[in-house]
């Protein structure tokens, strides 16, 4: 039976380190707050006007190819997952195309808004392509460049403090290998917390949702026109433009979903977290891996964590945390390594692959 690997991986971050001590030049926190409630010391930002979020992703795209060992046109597929995307639109799929300098015109490109659990889910819709044999070479990316659309004022400091930029990229390839590669991936999702962490304006909503559900929030349109409505100045006026994140309601969230669904793979295929050689969870908040490290009863050699030094960086975190373990020699052939997200939607996700 056909099944798909990750033939190639490569990440990339920009070389600025921004320290929890530089973040305390421009807003009401400090050194201590972070470590404690996130664990995270440093977070890298795209230097201005250099980066765009499709130029990180080509970066780690490019490592990731040439590691998988095949040319930049043998490339039939493109899947972009980000929550910070260059443009409205288009997506940084087609972006990420041209900036590669892939000319050809057979490759399609899918951008994907999954936030957090986007490289699962991304991982998830190349495993299906490839084991139909529709694709050979599908070229999955996570990026995102939060610096640009972050609140560096204390009003943001709950949110900024915790977000950094940053890309990685896989190559997702067949193999006919017994027992190799993507065993299972679960996908969830759950639209009743929206709200709860989310990017909300500028946006089509006009307000409908904060209507339907009763709540008397206001969603920035006091007197806008109907073609105003997108983006009004009263959401510029009032801060409205930077992301919202309930950060409690997250966190308990997240302690939960998190070993659910990774119990879910491992359930299926028939493995105990035992089994694991390494479990490399979505880089949220040092504390949320620590409980679900517990939770499941793993050493401290089966989860990778590298928060302390780049911060969340969204659809970035697995492929960069994975990359990073590969190179550090901790994901060997015949290992089995887990990868699980939660985030914004709510959405959260596993895969379970034997390298
Ligand atoms: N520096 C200093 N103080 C800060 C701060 C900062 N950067 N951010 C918030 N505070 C303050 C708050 O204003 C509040 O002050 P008050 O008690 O005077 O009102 C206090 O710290 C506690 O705030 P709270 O939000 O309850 O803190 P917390 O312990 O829940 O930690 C998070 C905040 C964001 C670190 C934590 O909730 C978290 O990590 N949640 C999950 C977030 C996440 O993973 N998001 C991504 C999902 S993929």
């Excluded at 806008?224 to 308990?252: R, S, W």
Aim: charged residues 20%; glycine residues 10%; hydrophobic residues 40%.
């Amino acid at each position: 039976m056909l099944r798909s690997k990750i033939g190639g991986i490569g990440y990339y971050v920009p070389d600025w380190v921004v320290t929890n001590d530089d973040l305390t030049k421009v807003m009401d926190t400090t050194d201590e707050w972070i470590q404690e409630r996130t664990g995270i010391q440093e977070r890298r930002y795209a230097p201005k006007f250099q980066e765009t979020t499709s130029t990180l992703g080509a970066k780690a795209a490019a490592i990731a190819i040439e590691r998988a060992g095949i040319r930049k046109e043998d490339v039939d597929f493109i899947i972009f997952a980000t929550l910070s995307p260059d443009y409205y639109f288009p997506g940084c799929g087609v972006l990420v195309q041209r900036e590669l300098g892939i000319t050809s015109t057979e490759v399609g490109a899918l951008d994907i808004r999954n936030q957090c659990s986007g490289f699962v889910y991304g991982l998830s819709i190349a495993d299906q392509f490839v084991r139909t044999g529709m694709y050979k070479n599908v070229l999955l990316i996570g990026a995102e460049l939060h610096s640009m659309g972050l609140d560096f004022t204390t009003r943001g400091r709950n949110v900024t403090v915790i977000f950094g930029d940053g890309a990685g990229a896989v190559v997702v390839q067949p193999t006919e290998k017994e027992g190799q590669g993507v065993l299972t991936t679960k996908l969830h999702s759950d639209g009743t917390y929206a709200e709860k962490l989310a990017f909300i304006n500028p946006g089509c909503h006009g307000g409908y949702h904060s209507k339907k559900m009763g709540e008397e929030v206001d969603f920035g349109y006091p007197d806008a026109e109907y073609g105003e409505m997108f983006l009004t100045q009263h959401m510029i006026d009032n801060g409205m433009t930077y992301p919202n994140m309930e950060g409690q309601f997250v966190f308990k969230m997240a302690v939960q979903k998190f070993p659910e669904v990774i119990m879910e793979a491992l359930n299926e295929t028939g493995n105990s977290p035992a089994d694991i050689d390494l479990l490399v969870p979505h880089q949220a908040n040092l504390r949320i891996s620590q409980f679900v490290q517990k939770r499941l009863r793993l050493r401290d050699d089966q989860v990778w964590n590298n928060i302390q030094k780049y911060g969340n960086t969204t659809a970035g975190s697995v492929p960069i945390a994975l990359c990073e373990a590969w190179e550090a020699g901790k994901v060997k052939e015949g290992d089995l390594i887990c990868l699980a997200a939660f985030g914004s939607g709510f959405t959260w996700a596993s895969a379970l692959l034997r390298w």
